[in-house]
Each structure stands twice: as C-alpha cells, then as structure tokens.
C-alpha cells in the first residue's frame, strides 16, 4: 500500500460503492441523466462523433455508457489472419503464461487457475499459452467483442473484490485481475480453446453478456453455466458482452495458437477489431 490511493482502495466498501453508483448511473430522470453524461464528456474527452446516437437519447448514464457506435466505425482485420482485439483500450501486459502464471507488474503475478476461478482444467489448456490483458479507461467504448470464431462452452462468475484497475494499482495490489470480481467466458474455436475474462472494477456496476443479459453480480457464490455445442456460436468481432462502468479483459490462449505481433508492448493503445495476434 505505498500511497494515499491504494491505501483507500482497500479500507472501502467495493461492493456498496458499486452498487450505489449503480443506482445513480441507471437513474433516468432526464436532467440528472443528461448533467452526468456532459460532465463525463467533458471531463474525459469522449468523441462522440462515432457514437450512434446523440446525447438527448440515452435513456441513462448506463446507456450512454454501454453506447454503440456508428456502422463502419470499427472495422476488423482479416479473422482469417489475425487474433482482433476485444476492445478498445490500452494494453496492461501481453505475453506468454509460464509455469501457469500471468504477468501482472514489475514483481507481481496470479495463476490461469486463479483467474479461471479454481478451474484447473481449464487452465491447463493454457500452459505455456499467449495472454493479453487490456485495460478500457472511462473514456473508450466499452462494448466486448470476440478476438476469434467460437462457440461458447461456460461461463463462471466468480466473486472477489472491486479494485480499481488502472495501472498504479496493478503495480500495488498482489493478484488484481484474480482477486476482482469476474466473469470467465471460455469458447471452442478453429484453433482449439480460449478464453475471455471480463474483469469488474470499483464503480462497476453490473457485467452483461449477449446470451444472458446482465449477469447477477456483487454476489458471494462462484456460478458456472455451461452449453451444448449449437447454443452460442460468435464469428470474430461479434459483440459478446459489456460493462456498466468499467474495466478489463484478459485473452488466454492455447500453445502454439497465436503469436501476438511484435510492435505491441504494455501501455500501447488498441481499438476493437485491430490486429493483435497472428494466428499459428
């Protein structure tokens, strides 16, 4: 706890404060709603020139929040090719899972088991895998597409905390992305198994999935779905989920499946749909 920030992190109430922020964001009294979504245009820099829909029309912050984007204004590269990226953001870590653990900051990691909620089957898949963990500020767009072709196989909402997760507290807290309230989604695809993990945050207020709507969370019990085969199949770039304020998503993948391309390192900005990784 080596400042002021990180210290208030951890005496806070995650779950309370969410949920408050929750029910101020989901509030759809029109001049309240409209105030918060100024404020926050202001404050963060949000071009909403590749918005969809104006200011007037949101039903709530949430709404805006979650906003889509003109047709076109994200397009992807050749899935054929590449690995694309799930979201628009900034990349925290990318690389290789060694000896079961992922790289989190200078000095610090947590386990594909830990992330995957105690699923150690599931994390020996990625035994020597790739990985990448991207981070979406305030200010992206935070809709959750798939990097890859796949049927989905589960997803576990595992409970844990709601840190913040920008950058200063990923190099001061042990385990973030593992210790946070999640939800890991594993698919079956052309080139074996992957996952993508929606990691929660302070102030996130819910997690929503295309096949399900908005996944109970802010709960104490770990909850795994699974599905039939025929159930839930994405092309790469579908849009599988999004965040009501927040967060982040780490990609796992199978060894010897993708080779992240080599001008990308940690802190380098990435949108939806771009190139990330080839694949093998």
């Known amino acids: 706890m080596s400042s002021p920030f990180i210290w208030l992190q951890h005496i806070l109430p995650h779950h309370a404060v969410s949920r408050s922020a929750g029910a101020l964001a989901s509030s759809e009294v029109p001049w309240l709603k409209d105030l918060m979504i100024r404020r926050f245009i202001d404050a963060y820099d949000v071009d909403m020139g590749e918005a969809a829909r104006g200011i007037g029309e949101f039903r709530s912050f949430n709404d805006f929040f ?8 994200r397009p992807l590269a050749d ?24 790289f989190q900051a200078k000095g610090r990691h947590f386990t594909a088991t830990q992330l995957l909620g105690g699923d150690t089957e599931a994390a020996a898949r990625f035994e020597g895998g790739a990985f990448a963990t991207i981070y979406l500020s ?16 589960s997803a576990t909402y595992v409970p844990g905390e709601l840190f913040s997760v920008n950058q200063v507290t990923a190099e001061n807290v042990d385990g973030l992305f593992a210790r946070n309230e999640r939800l890991a989604c594993l698919f079956d695809g052309p080139d074996g198994s992957f996952a993508s993990v929606m990691v929660g ?4 207020a819910g997690i929503e999935t295309v096949w399900s709507g908005l996944e109970e969370t802010h709960s104490p019990r770990l909850k795994r779905r699974d599905f039939q085969s025929d159930e839930h199949r994405f092309a790469a770039g579908d849009e599988m989920g999004r965040f009501i304020l927040g967060s982040t998503v780490v990609l796992l993948f199978e060894p010897g499946k993708v080779e992240w391309l080599a001008e990308f390192k940690p802190g380098d900005a990435v949108r939806m749909g771009q190139a990330l990784g080839r694949r093998l």
């Open 201 to 204: 945050a302070m102030i996130v």
């Open 79 to 102: 899935a054929e090719e590449f690995i694309l990226s799930p979201a628009d953001g900034a990349i925290s870590q990318i690389g290789r899972v060694e000896e079961g653990r992922i």
């Open 66 to 73: 979650t906003r889509e984007l003109k047709p076109g204004a």
């Open 138 to 153: 305030p200010r992206d767009y935070h809709r959750v597409h798939m990097p890859a072709a796949g049927t989905l196989a």
